[in-house]
Nanobody
């Protein structure tokens, strides 16, 4: 089970840090990722990290602003979001993949958290 937290309402340019905590099992051998879904839009890939954290992938829209990290000892993953923009407003979901790498494909993920709302106002 995955639990995402840390969302909130902020002004453009602010920062937020999302956390994803796993319980019931370890995901230390799995890639993990963040996806988001804005109202009226399809869920989209945000970023992902490989099982050891050595490789990360990011959507072009967040590259340079968002950073993913993980702590396998604590069974957690984080998403540091800087320079937030109104277009970053969405529900953010953390997920664990059935593969070891940080996949950009939602079909590779078989465990999903419940989502946390991020709202960025201009």
């Amino acid at each position: 089970q995955l639990q995402a937290s840390g969302g909130g309402s902020v002004q453009a340019g602010a920062s937020l840090r999302l956390s994803c905590a796993a319980s019931g099992r370890t995901f230390s051998n799995n890639g993990m990722g963040w996806f988001r879904q804005a109202p009226g839009k399809e869920r989209e890939f945000v970023g992902a990290i490989s099982w050891r954290g050595g490789n990360t992938n990011y959507a072009d829209s967040v590259k340079g602003r968002f950073t993913i990290s993980r702590d396998n000892a604590k069974n957690t993953m984080s998403l540091e979001m800087n320079s937030l923009k109104p277009e970053d407003t969405a529900v953010y979901y953390c997920a664990a993949a059935r593969v070891a790498w940080g996949s950009v494909r939602s079909a590779d993920y078989n465990y999903w958290g419940q989502g946390t709302q991020v709202t960025v106002s201009s």
